[in-house]
């Protein structure tokens, strides 16, 4: 079948949820998203409008102060979240497929981002009836308690590149924490974004406390962080769009949660275990074909033992397979041409910078027709101060520096903007302390790399990698206000 007659066929449409209702089935504004893997339409999705986030907003409001929510028990909220865990590890499957069909990862990738959607949902539900106040004390006679509300309308900004996980570690804090969510997906991946808005469309919420709008960041993701009736902005995705987020919610006094990615270094030192820390500093760039906020894109090696650690590095990446997310390959596709493009056009600036050391070519690889794939690549040589080695490429690409002592690789480590997430290879902890203690980044992996899987460790970044933390218990504080309560009592 030619790609003209596969896109032809009657695909999916992705409409907006907004008070329990789908919202543009009949429109004719909508635009088409594709397979990363092989460029086949998938769905047309309804672009929503200033007009849908009006609605979308008092239905919210509505919802938030209606008797149904606020009577709703937090351990009932809880349960709620629990049964959403359930019902997506019994369909696991389904998830799993949609998400690497969806952003093209390669389904093991996918199937840990399930579980971990799951994992966040099951955490926050459990959560729901454990968060309290404190009593404070003062004087005799003065009772003085805290008291945590929700703080409302919460909207939830996602991006591309892990819709699903991203949607569950702040939707299950916002509403086990009992406020009504407006979920804004991304243009290219909004299809698990949309199974969830149909689970919560079928469930006994109250109407309005789980929303969904698709469409454009500019057409409806700017009117929703704009609008004076919401109360909490969590946004993923770059700077330039974060601090334009953040500006328009200060314009009305409101909160913002920002994760707005990296250049994370994997600090390796001559004693470490090579054989962990080549697997480790592997997978930190390749995971999602490097599109990945905490992707470690930059290697920080110990002058000492650089030939010899880059030469194990060249043959792992070497055998590294390409290819289409669904033959479960270790890198996946690119999410478009538009990233592709401005990946290739980084590695061609590092060629003329540095030095391929593997890896730098665009490849077709076989089952990826109408995809864009790219090479795992090592860049050795560069300058540290060069943007290629100061901005995230979001790709599969690391970026090679070299250091001769501790404080070397700290004053490297912290030679960016960024400050997300760093690891520390090595035996020695004191230098593993040492290090830990002095790099400027939100989370710190000793011997070890991935913020994926930890659901109860704090993650966000330092410098522009953006402001506040998500995940753990402390997350659920974004969504909460704090109220003091005195009571004198007697003479
Ligand atoms: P983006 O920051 O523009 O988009 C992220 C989300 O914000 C999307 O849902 C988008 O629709 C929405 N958005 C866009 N403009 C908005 C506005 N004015 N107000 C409110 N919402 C708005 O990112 P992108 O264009 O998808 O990707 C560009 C680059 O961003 C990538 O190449 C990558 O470097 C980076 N990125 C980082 C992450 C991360 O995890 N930190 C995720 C995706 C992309």
């Known amino acids: 079948m030619s790609k003209e007659e596969m896109n032809s066929e009657k695909v999916q449409r992705i409409p907006l949820l907004i008070d329990g209702q789908w919202i543009g089935e009949e429109r004719e504004d909508v635009y088409s998203v594709y397979a990363p893997a092989n460029g086949h339409k998938l769905a047309e999705i309804v672009r929503g409008n200033g007009q849908d986030v009006e609605r979308a907003v008092q239905a919210a409001q509505t919802a938030f102060e209606s008797d149904a929510w606020q009577n709703i028990k937090p351990f009932e909220r809880g349960q709620l979240l629990v049964r959403l865990a359930q019902h997506i ?103 698990s974004a949309h199974a969830l808005a149909e689970w919560f469309a079928a469930s006994e919420l109250p109407r309005g406390i789980f929303q969904h709008l698709t469409g454009l960041g500019q057409e409806v993701g700017a009117p929703l962080v704009a609008h004076p009736g919401i109360n909490h902005v969590t946004f993923t995705g770059s700077v330039q769009t974060g601090i334009s987020v953040m500006k328009a919610a200060a314009e009305n006094v409101v909160q913002s949660t920002l994760e707005l990615g990296g250049k994370s270094p994997n600090i390796v030192f001559a004693d470490a275990d090579w054989n962990k820390a080549v697997e480790g500093v592997t997978r930190a760039i390749i995971q999602n074909a490097g599109q990945t906020c905490s992707a470690g894109s930059r290697l920080l090696i110990e002058e000492s033992c650089k030939a010899e650690f880059l030469d194990r590095l060249r043959q792992k990446f070497e055998s590294l397979q390409v290819g289409p997310g669904e033959r479960d390959t270790d890198i996946g596709p690119i999410l478009n041409e538009k990233q592709f493009k401005q990946i290739m056009a980084r590695i061609d600036e590092a060629k003329q910078q540095g030095k391929i050391i593997a890896g730098g070519r665009a490849v077709n690889p076989e089952g990826g027709k109408g995809g864009f794939y ?15 080695a100061q901005e995230e490429i979001f790709g599969p690409v690391l970026s090679v520096f070299t250091f001769k002592s501790a404080e070397e690789a700290i004053n490297l480590a912290n030679s960016t903007d960024y400050g997300l997430v760093a690891g520390v290879w090595t035996k020695d902890i004191d230098v593993a302390h040492t290090v830990a203690a002095k790099v400027k980044a939100g989370q ?13 460790m ?16 402390v997350a659920l504080r974004n969504y909460l206000e704090i109220k003091n309560i005195a009571v004198k009592y007697g003479n």
Not at 374 to 388: A, Q, Y
Not at 462 to 468: H, Q, T
């Open 89 to 191: 590890r019994d369909h696991r499957d389904e998830w799993a497929a949609r998400e690497c069909q969806d952003v093209g990862k390669p389904l093991s990738q996918a199937y840990a981002d399930v579980e971990a959607a799951a994992r966040y949902f099951e955490f926050y539900g459990g959560a729901a009836d454990k968060v309290a106040g404190e009593t404070i004390p003062i004087e005799n006679g003065l009772l003085n308690v805290t008291v945590l509300e929700p703080v409302g309308i919460t909207v939830h900004i996602v991006p591309w590149n892990y819709p699903l996980q991203i949607i569950a570690r702040s939707v299950g804090a916002a509403l086990a924490t009992g406020n009504a969510v407006i979920v804004k997906s991304a243009e290219d991946t909004p299809l």
């Open 458 to 473: 704090p993650f966000g970044g330092y410098k522009k990698s953006g402001i506040g933390r998500e995940k753990g218990f």
């Open 444 to 456: 710190v992996f000793i011997n070890n790399y991935g913020a994926a899987g930890g659901i109860q």
């Open 374 to 388: 790219i090479e795992p690549t090592i860049i050795d040589g560069l300058e540290p101060h060069c943007s290629v």
